[in-house]
């Protein structure tokens, strides 16, 4: 059995960089929290919570498969 998302939240992160004048520039990018609950677990500890980073680039690439998964269910979807 492969673990399941219960929970997500998220929120946007303002970075400060350098820059290649010396100065710095904000830099957003999106946290994702996920809790995850792992019923394989055998030590009891089957819930635990995962961030990830996302930068806009990543984001935009995770968010375009995600749209070709959509489409791909549904297709699938209507066949039955």
Request: net charge negative.
């Amino acid at each position: 059995m492969l673990p399941q998302l219960k929970d997500f939240n998220w929120y946007i992160d303002m970075k400060l960089l350098p820059a290649a004048n010396g100065q710095r520039i904000q830099q957003p990018s999106c946290v994702l929290s996920l809790d995850i609950n792992d019923p394989t677990k055998s030590d009891g500890e089957t819930e635990k919570s995962v961030q990830v980073e996302l930068s806009k680039e990543t984001l935009n690439l995770v968010l375009d498969n995600f749209t070709r998964i959509r489409e791909q269910l549904n297709t699938l979807a209507k066949r039955e």
